[in-house]
């Protein structure tokens, strides 16, 4: 799990490096893929539920799932990459919003609370500790700031599967199970959050979902093993990882 999340961090780094005013989202997806060949990985979206690509490249408004294409990416969008690989049967799963260019600074704030939502999630990773610690924890930092996490997506187990139990969402709801963590288990954490609205529309290709009020939407992932004493970051480069 820890080479198959590195790995994927590293396509994250690329892509990342890549982003400039001026760029086709299309040219994304090259990058992962080409990745994935030097890698020999498998993209583990491609086909997955019949998504048509590697990458889920999502801008502005769009949330997530969104189809890599000709769109240009001009000065002052954001744009989230979720990217996850197939290394020896495990998968790898992580996401991250990037900025193009200078951007207003609503737009820095939604990103660095929706990633402050994350590592307070994160941080609330501990065998023994309920799973509905780290919902509550994601929640609290994103609604302080006066944005708002979707309902619609959630995220998820990750191992020998992208999508395994439990649910993990980015927010408590009465009746959520009440279950404990304990060491072994690989959570993907991934708050998805909105400068405006939680409610989300999927596009007519099936995928892509936007905010119904068109406010701006970040999204960071990562895939976060529980270990003895806390956690282990998997989807960071092995200095970072441990927390
Ligand atoms: N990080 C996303 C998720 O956990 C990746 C799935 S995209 C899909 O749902 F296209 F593969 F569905
Ligand atoms: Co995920």
Redo the contacts with the bound molecule.
Sequence with gaps: MREANQLGCRILDELEKAVAPGVKTMFFEEIARECCREMKVRP??LG??G?P?AL?CSVNEEV??GFPSERILKEGDIVSF?M?VVFEGFYS?S?RTVAVGKISPEARRLLDVTRASLEAGIAAVKPGKFLKDVSAAVQQVAESAGFSVVRR?V??GIGRN??EKPEIPNFVAPGLPELVLQPGMVL?I?PMVSAGTYEVDILADG?TAVTRDKSLAAHY?HSVAVTHDGHEILSLPPEAAIA
């Design positions: 583990a979206f997955y539920m998504y690509f889920c997530v799932h979720d996850g799963d996401a997506f995220g998820h992208m999508h993907a991934e995928w992932e």
